[in-house]
């Protein structure tokens, strides 16, 4: 196994892997999981020079951070975990797996409930540390944005900057964890947070990707200005660019049935690749790591044979030439930095 390069998250020292893994799929995102299958993929990762790992309370309700401290049990060199606050886990009673919960199939007996306050930020990262049974390494604030709260968007911003914020704050200068930042799918929020907390990185989801690239006017300049890192989630936009186009009847993009214009695009990607015998997921995989900003991409895997493959097409030869043809096309926004 050939080591990965790492990149360092904001100006805290810590270092991350260029590839990391994603853990909403061993929190039985979409279906239900078998155990095996999730060690398998934490383990199979592991074996692949991946030392950044992510996962958070709300992924299968807690399952995701119990799956994940199991796996590492079992691996003797250091990793970087970053799990999230900004839901607590409210006792429910039995749970049936087999029904979806949030788009989660687990049987845990939990219910999510947003809460950016001081003390659910302080029992959140406590009962993580319990289901992980180790350090926490990067605290992200989830899920904040006006997309996801709507009219109660200022509200749960005032919630976590008078209070959640303050809560990381005093973790990372205990020594508790050493970075923190957000965990998002939408890039305006964090533009709005910037302006009003000092942070290390964001885990930017979907937002990033070979499809999209709307970071690039606003965030992007700002975050190079203050030195935060951008942790590309979502690589395959929740699925698509990994499925491809005539997968996409059992794919999604951000967390829905694929819409038309989305799958012209990709069909469109989709044709340079076959010109420059490129496969697709190796291109989105690669693509976000072109920018400076950007210090790893994580890819969600849900077993082994996942794992195997993100390090396959994440180490797969790609020329310059195709990235320029991207370009020339207009596929990819004329700002992006390409990979080299």
């Not at 996962?55 to 399952?63: I, M, V």
């Not at 006792?91 to 919960?101: K, S, Y």
């Not at 205990?174 to 964001?202: F, K, M, P, T, Y």
């Not at 390090?311 to 043809?325: C, D, K, Y």
Request: neutral net charge.
């Amino acid at each position: 196994m050939t080591p990965l390069a790492r990149r360092e998250i904001g100006r805290t020292g810590l270092e991350v892997s260029v590839l990391g893994f994603g853990g909403a799929g061993i929190g039985n995102l979409y279906r239900a999981l078998p155990d095996g299958d999730a060690t398998a993929a934490v383990h199979e990762s592991f074996a692949s020079g991946v030392r950044y790992f992510d996962t958070a309370p709300f992924y299968g309700f807690g399952l995701s951070e119990l799956r994940l401290g199991a796996a590492l049990r079992d691996e003797h060199s250091p990793v970087v975990v970053s799990t999230k606050v900004g839901r607590r886990l409210v006792p429910t009673g039995p749970q049936d797996e087999n029904a979806g919960r949030e788009g989660y199939f687990s049987p845990r007996p939990f219910a999510p409930v947003f809460d950016y306050s001081y003390d659910s930020v302080m029992s959140s990262h406590a009962e993580s540390l319990e289901r992980l049974g180790r350090r926490v390494d990067i605290l992200l604030c989830h899920d904040i944005g006006r997309v996801t709260h709507g009219e109660a968007h200022a509200a749960r911003l005032r919630e976590f900057v008078h209070g959640g914020y303050r809560a990381m704050l005093e973790l990372k200068r205990s020594g508790a964890v050493r970075a923190i930042g957000l965990g998002v799918n939408e890039w305006e929020v964090c533009i709005e947070l910037l302006g009003q907390c000092d942070l290390d990185c964001i885990l930017l989801a979907g937002r990033y990707t070979l499809l999209e690239q709307s970071p690039l006017t606003e965030l992007f300049p700002l975050c190079a200005r203050r030195a935060v890192s951008i942790i590309s989630g979502g690589p395959f936009n929740s699925g698509i660019l990994a499925a491809g186009s005539r997968a996409a009847a059992r794919s999604h993009y951000n967390y829905a049935p694929p819409p038309t214009a989305v799958l012209e695009r990709v069909r469109r990607l989709e044709a340079v690749c076959d010109e420059f015998s490129v496969p697709l997921q190796a291109a989105a995989l690669q693509f976000p790591l072109g920018s400076a900003v950007v210090s790893t991409v994580v890819a969600g895997c849900v077993d082994g044979d996942e794992s195997r493959n993100a390090a396959r097409m994440f180490a797969h030869p790609i020329a310059p030439a195709f990235w320029n043809a991207l370009r020339e096309r207009g596929l990819v926004d004329s700002r992006a930095s390409l990979p080299s």
